[in-house]
């Protein structure tokens, strides 16, 4: 079956840096996103990786290893807006998305 | 501005009635998705739309039912056979399916059953 593992939850402080793993098995591989979700609201769009390395936008980076399966979103200059649920989710062979059940991220004064 | 709009935000249905939830969006995308939200779990998808008068069940389509008889608009409903239908349910929509293309979402209805 396909699958997409994050972490639950992470809690990190304002101000410093974090890092959301999300490891994949899909059938075929059409391209990795980054969402970010608050609360009761619309996901909205980080990044896409299709290529192995590290896509930078700002704050956020996004890194993909494709022989292992492997992303991760990092989130540098931490702020309080910045708390909410990180969901990864990969494209595959059929390009339908397979969402992880996202990352809720606890950010402390 | 163009964007994706889901009507209403918050619904309560009594058990055994059908319920239609709104999805309309302006981006003048061709493909439109239908998922279902619920806690510790990953979106799931209910129904797509590739283009105007087709659409593909997806993985958790029993109980529900969908049409695409504009571009625009992409209505689903949730019928009294959807055993466990209180959820958050998001629609999107994309370009197309291409692998780059990122999905734009709506804003969700919360579904109750009373």
């Known amino acids: 079956g396909q699958n997409i593992d994050q972490p639950t939850e992470m809690t990190a402080t304002e101000g410093a840096i974090v890092q959301i793993n999300c490891t994949y098995q899909?059938?075929?591989?059409?391209?990795l996103f980054w969402y970010q979700q608050h609360a009761g609201e619309a996901p909205t769009f980080l990044s896409y990786?299709?290529l192995d390395g590290l896509e930078e936008k700002g704050r956020f980076s996004s890194f993909l290893s494709r022989s292992k399966g492997y992303s991760y979103l990092l989130l540098k200059e931490l702020q309080m807006k910045d708390s909410a649920s990180y969901l990864c989710a990969v494209k595959d062979s059929n390009y339908q998305l397979i969402w992880g059940a996202g990352t809720k991220l606890i950010i402390k004064p | 501005d163009g964007g994706i709009t889901q009507s209403p935000k918050y619904l309560f249905r009594k058990e055994g009635q059908n319920v239609t939830l709104s999805c309309e969006q302006n981006l003048n995308h061709d493909a439109m998705y239908w998922y279902r939200q619920d806690p510790g779990q990953g979106l799931r998808l209910i129904y797509y739309?590739?283009?105007?008068?087709?659409?593909q069940k997806g993985d958790i389509a029993e109980g529900y039912s969908v049409s695409r008889e504009k571009k625009e608009s992409f209505p689903l409903t949730v019928t009294s056979a959807q055993k466990n239908p209180t959820a958050f349910y998001l629609c999107?929509?994309?370009?197309?399916?291409?692998?780059?293309?990122?999905?734009?979402f709506g804003q969700g209805t919360r579904l109750t059953v009373v």
């Open positions: 990786n299709v």
């Open positions: 999107a929509s994309s370009i197309d399916e291409g692998s780059g293309t990122e999905a734009f």
């Open positions: 899909t059938s075929g591989f059409n391209g």
């Open positions: 739309s590739q283009i105007v008068n087709d659409f």
